[in-house]
């Protein structure tokens, strides 16, 4: 039978194979890693899990210095372009390239959505003549169905930017996205890593009870073997493997194959304690159902059972019962004889059933938080997949008082300047508040005069901050220049807070560009600083008819602005309407 080769190397599905564990710096702000690592993990021994990239190095930095009032993963250089891409000899990097992109998204999928920056490596790229590259677009639908749907790709100079819309999960799907879930069952005669979707499925249907005991002629047969104390070599076992056995041959050249051993338990053991547990055997051939063995010395064996144990009890484990019981297995080596004499040893091991669910490593799923890329844990991971409805943090205030009834009433001297700024505006909606930051539940800043909102189609989404004039300030243009510098990172956080309120707290996830405008208003206007100079959106960024009356609707339903007091503000600001 085919299916049935146990060969160790060639039967790693890259599929489903476990990812090594990635030790990533985080110097300030870049990504981190946020598994808590206990001494002896795989980590510290440099096992590599399956087949894949083993050593990849990367920084995701949060760009600060960005212009966006979005969220923006700086994901450094790449080569992009079908032609550029096929023509790259490294392997190993163009994976590294496909695994940062999906990271990032993953990443931004998390967090209330952002923008992706990379500089582009390869020279005279063009996005519209060369794409992105095959291997690139080939591995989005792995982590975010309807791709076009969820991202819109630009190029900008030298940069390319994907920009990740903000997505909200329902009670339907998976809570967060995940590239991969390392939770595995055993399905017919193989362990199969599951999809995000079915891993919740699973978890919910956790603990479950015993049940019936699992009696098969496999079992039987397994059962017979794993007590022989002494097996003859090229001797033939009557069982195939099946969703309770599993065998495997370890490469002939490799004397003593005790990284190969332990790179199999995880996912194989994962697999048999999530199902209905099973029988591990190491060194059996399931082409020819021949005992083999592998070499080695009695010692190395002592020395092996107890990485065997400090592998399996390092594997995540979550419960959702009281007893919190340990995964239960035995493990022992049977002596495999050729001519009398001791020639090599099987590897035999048995696990268990579990009661809830057991992990092959951590969940490889991140966000944004405290300014750093982080990994979730498996606890949060669960409990994120668990409760899809749980509301991100943040904060909403309900403060209809900070809205400004009459905001010009004290100030009649600026009244014409800002009349005539937004007087220049194009035909939409003017959402007015005294105070942003406070709805928000950020600081306010002293210098603030207004800030309005302006919805219009066909636009984007645009926050005019006009601040008061200070008359030290008049006509000195460094003095400006420094305020303006100033105020910059403060609105962009103020623009930034109200996207992630309107998708966190209003469900209102639509493609929405957010521009950020500060004026002062002296004697004259001036503009401090204009976002929309430094920074461009896709067209599906801009608002259209729809997205003009689902942010309407979303700004009503939310407690931070107040639609009845804006509408009298909007009505005090009749010379400002543009109708
Ligand atoms: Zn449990």
Redesign the pocket.
């Known amino acids: 039978m085919v299916g049935n080769t146990p060969q160790l190397v060639e039967d790693v599905n890259p599929q489903t194979c476990t990812e090594p564990s990635v030790q990533l710096k985080c110097p300030g702000n870049t990504l981190q890693d946020g598994r808590h690592d206990k001494p002896g993990s795989l980590k510290e021994k440099g096992l590599h899990l399956g087949n894949t990239d083993s050593n990849w190095k990367t920084n995701i930095i949060v760009d600060q210095d960005t212009d966006y009032a979005e969220l923006v993963l700086f994901i450094g250089e790449i080569t992009l372009g079908e032609k550029n891409r096929n023509s790259m000899k490294d392997i190993q990097l163009r994976r590294k390239d496909v695994k940062r992109i999906l990271q990032a998204v993953c990443t931004l999928r998390n967090s209330g959505g952002g923008v992706i920056k990379a500089h582009i490596k390869n020279q005279n790229y063009s996005f519209t003549r060369d794409g992105m590259g095959l291997d690139l677009v080939n591995s989005l639908p792995g982590i975010v169905h309807l791709p076009h749907d969820y991202l819109d790709f630009m190029q900008h100079k030298d940069y390319f930017f994907i920009f990740v819309k903000p997505w909200k999960p329902n009670h339907k799907g998976p809570g967060i996205t995940t590239i991969k879930t390392n939770l595995y069952r055993r399905i017919f005669s193989f362990s199969v890593e599951l999809k995000a979707a079915d891993a919740v499925q699973f978890l919910k249907s ?2 479950s009870s015993p049940g019936k005991i699992v009696c098969n002629e496999t079992l039987n047969e397994c059962l017979t073997l794993f007590n022989r104390e002494l097996l003859a070599y090229e001797e033939t076992f009557c069982f195939t493997k099946s969703t309770h056995a599993e065998v495997k041959l370890t490469p002939k050249e490799k004397i003593f194959p005790k990284e190969k051993i332990l790179e199999l338990l995880p996912q194989t053991v994962s697999a048999f304690t999530n199902t209905e547990g099973g029988y591990l055997f190491i060194g059996l051939d399931g082409k020819t159902q021949q005992i083999i063995g592998f070499e080695a010395e009695k010692s190395d064996l002592v020395l092996l059972e107890s990485e065997i144990e400090k592998h399996i009890r390092q594997l995540p484990v979550t ?3 009281g ?3 340990k995964i239960k297995y035995t493990c022992k080596f049977i002596e495999v004889h050729k001519s009398g004499a001791v020639c090599a040893y099987v590897c035999a091991l048995r696990v268990e059933r ?3 669910a057991v992990f092959a490593a951590e969940p490889e799923s991140w966000h944004v938080e405290g300014g750093c890329v982080k990994r979730f844990t498996t606890e949060e991971w669960v409990k994120c997949q668990m409760d899809a409805t749980a509301e991100m943090p943040g904060k909403v205030i309900c403060s209809p008082e900070a809205l400004c009834m009459k905001p010009f009433s004290q100030h009649e001297g600026y009244e014409q300047l800002v009349r005539t700024e937004l007087g220049s505006l194009c035909k939409g909606t003017l959402v007015v508040s005294k105070s942003w930051a406070l709805d928000l539940g950020l600081q306010e800043k002293q210098e603030v005069t207004w800030n309005v909102l302006h919805i219009a189609q066909g636009s984007l989404l645009t926050l005019h901050v006009f601040v008061q004039g200070d008359e030290n300030l008049e006509g000195n243009s460094s003095l400006l220049g420094e305020l303006g510098a100033k105020l910059k990172g403060y609105y962009k956080q103020i623009a930034l807070t109200l996207k992630q309120t309107l998708v966190n707290h209003c469900g209102y996830t639509a493609k929405t560009g957010i521009i950020v405008k500060i004026t002062y208003l002296g004697r004259k206007t001036v503009c401090l600083y204009d976002s929309s100079a430094e920074i461009r959106y896709p067209q599906k960024y801009y608002l259209t008819i729809k997205t003009v009356r689902d942010l309407e609707k979303a700004l009503l339903k939310s407690c931070v602005i107040c639609i009845p007091h804006v509408r009298v503000n909007v009505q005090y600001l009749s010379f400002c309407m543009i109708s």
């Open positions: 956790r603990p419960h959702f019962c007893k919190k019981e579990f009661c809830c």
